[in-house]
């Protein structure tokens, strides 16, 4: 699988958008992007994937570069309940493998 | 959508004493069932990962093994538990028809 590079850590005002920004310079064809959440002493949380086209839920957007080397999660909207780690994840068959995240502080 | 049950939440054992950690998935059958460990201040590992019954992929040596003795049960085991083996063991399940894994809550493991 692709290896993916975060920021360790950012801040954001609550209220605000948070954008987090994931590069897979590596990437191939056939690999999905992923995002997961974990926040403190609870397992990880699914938040979005995509391939090639943005994606949207009710949780956030995944914004795709037409390359496909990088990408952005955004929060809309952040509250102090997004204070979490983001993991970025290229998936290949089967298995997912996970980096050190970014540490995403919202603040008030 | 799949429901990932896991036991016990915490536990604590001492060093030599033998470990079973129990994860059980409703909602779906013959699931992808994935041991993880989260070491203090670390990223996730991926221990075990099971495609059905008594199939079992290691994805690194350890003192653990894993049995799927059940469609959706996966255990995670130890004959004699290390100070090493302490951490955050997640279990997750992936739905045969779907893409995505789902994560457990979660056993914190603090071996003493």
């Known amino acids: 699988d692709a290896k993916t590079t975060q920021p360790p850590s950012m801040d954001c005002a609550e209220g605000r958008a948070a954008n987090l920004p994931c590069n897979h310079s590596?990437?191939?064809?056939?690999?999905?992007v992923y995002w997961y959440r974990q926040i403190h002493s609870q397992g990880p949380q699914y938040i979005i994937h995509g391939l090639k086209n943005n994606e949207t839920n009710e949780m956030a957007s995944l914004i795709i570069t037409e390359d496909r080397k990088s990408s952005t999660l955004i929060l809309p909207h952040a509250t102090l309940r997004d204070t979490a780690v983001y993991y970025c994840?290229?998936?290949?068959?089967?298995?997912?493998?996970f980096g050190k995240g970014t540490m995403l502080l919202v603040s008030p | 959508s799949q429901t990932i049950h896991q036991w016990p939440a915490t536990l604590v054992q001492p060093v030599g004493s033998p470990l079973s950690l129990e994860c059980t998935v409703e909602?779906?059958?013959?699931?992808?069932l994935y041991w993880y460990r989260q070491a203090a201040g670390r990223g996730l590992q991926l221990l075990f990962y099971?495609?059905?019954?008594?199939?079992i992929s290691s994805e690194v040596p350890q003192n653990l093994s894993a049995s799927r003795p059940q469609d959706r049960q996966f255990i995670l085991s130890s004959k004699k538990l290390l100070l090493s083996d302490s951490g955050f063991y997640l279990c997750a399940c992936r739905a045969s028809a779907q893409e995505t894994q789902y994560f457990g809550p979660g056993t914190r493991l603090l071996v003493l």
């Open positions: 994840i290229v998936r290949g068959y089967s298995t997912l493998t």
């Open positions: 909602g779906t059958s013959n699931p992808n």
């Open positions: 099971s495609v059905g019954i008594g199939q």
């Open positions: 590596t990437i191939s064809g056939n690999e999905y």
